[in-house]
């Protein structure tokens, strides 16, 4: 009866391979990277050496053609030791699924062999400064010339700016609105592409963040991906797996500090007494425990929705995202509130994980949008 629920034999190998690369790799570092914002580069391509930047690409192209759930798995079990580490593998493998699902042979071939094994990293450029919710409105225009394309535009916020070499960009080739958007990748080293300073932020301090600005770059023809006017409908596919990594990421981060709390409520005495022995204690542990579980279930089962292409899988990717990030915000904050004083300190995890996973709230779509797309789901009715 159980056994529907249950991970199979090999998605617990790939997440058990997943944790010692986390807890080898990862976990020693995170505090250090976020404190000096180190970007790790070398420990990134070292997860590409295990297709952990190429998880949902087709062996065809060199990837390990894993479905939703083994991904969320994997980011899962990476955030546990730094959420905005796994946050930037997501991404690029977002990147490089769109353009193996998307793109001709040619610009696969161009662009694939090195996206596998990270020897070059994609960006995802659809956010500008005056569109974010409103992705539609973007204003970054492509005009054809011969065979090319002349792009400009800005866009804002992107992971990897000025950083990344591959930069997956959604531009308007046509009318205003969706159907006038395509995508093309644009690399980092042709003429009139540069890159706004990088970005002060809360959080995710171990990986660059900066505008990506186009003045007048030319782009072959061949870069398309998918046809004319198709960009915003990958865009949005795109994102249906987004959303489910960067859920992921919060359960992963979240976990974290659970763990951290229960081990510092039973080594921290006060009136002579382990705070893990007062009732209140037992109660918020045991909340933060129930809505990290729920929370996980929901999003194992949306992502198994969207590796079927189910007709609900956008759905249930949103409902699956906002419950995620917003429960692994609120565990982090009691995880932190149990730590007292200390943890407000960097010399303990919780606040780092506490910045780090106050984003996801935002990024990949708001939750304020997953509830818009849900709701509008459920009155189509």
């Not at 083994?70 to 493998?93: D, K, P, Q, R, V």
């Not at 730590?339 to 919780?350: C, E, F, N, S, V």
């Amino acid at each position: 009866m159980t056994n529907q629920f249950d991970l199979t034999d090999d998605q617990r190998e790939i997440q058990d391979l997943a944790r010692k690369f986390t807890a080898d790799r990862i976990t020693p570092f995170a505090a250090e990277w976020d404190e000096k914002h180190i970007f790790p580069r070398d420990t990134i391509k070292q997860a590409a050496e295990l297709g952990f930047a190429s998880i949902y690409v087709s062996e065809e192209s060199g990837g390990i053609n894993l479905g939703r759930l083994e991904s969320a798995l994997i980011m899962e079990a990476m955030a546990y030791g730094c959420a905005s580490t796994s946050a930037f593998i997501s991404i690029h493998n977002m990147a490089s699924w769109m353009i193996d699902r998307f793109g001709a042979q040619a610009v696969k071939d161009k662009f694939l062999p090195s996206l596998v094994t990270m020897d070059k990293i994609a960006s995802y450029c659809l956010t500008e400064p005056g569109s974010g919710s409103d992705a539609a409105a973007l204003k970054t225009r492509a005009v054809k010339d011969g065979d090319d394309w002349l792009v400009t535009g800005t866009k804002q916020f992107i992971s990897g700016g000025g950083e990344n070499e591959i930069y997956v960009t959604m531009v308007r080739t046509g009318e205003d609105g969706p159907k006038g958007i395509s995508c093309m990748v644009i690399e980092k080293d042709m003429p009139g592409v540069s890159f706004g300073a990088n970005e002060r932020k809360l959080g995710w301090h171990s990986q660059p963040t900066a505008q990506v600005i186009f003045d007048n770059v030319r782009v072959p023809g061949e870069n398309l991906v998918g046809g004319l006017g198709e960009g915003f409908r990958i865009a949005m596919m795109g994102l249906d797996g987004g959303r489910l990594n960067i859920g992921a990421c919060s359960l992963g981060g979240a976990q974290r500090c659970l763990d951290e709390a229960v081990k510092y409520t039973k080594d921290r005495k006060q009136f002579g007494t382990a705070i893990a022995d007062f009732q209140n204690t037992q109660f918020t542990l045991a909340d933060m425990a129930t809505d990290l579980e729920a929370a996980r279930a929901l999003l194992y089962i949306a992502a198994a929705k969207v590796t079927a292409n189910a007709p609900d899988k956008t759905k249930f990717a949103a409902m699956a995202k906002r419950l995620a990030t917003d429960t692994g915000s609120s565990v982090a904050d009691r995880a932190l509130q149990l730590h007292g004083g200390y943890g407000y300190l960097m010399d303990y995890p919780i606040e780092r994980f506490w910045r780090d996973l106050r984003v996801h709230s935002i990024l990949e779509g708001t939750n304020q949008v997953m509830r818009m797309i849900v709701g509008r789901e459920l009155t189509r009715q």
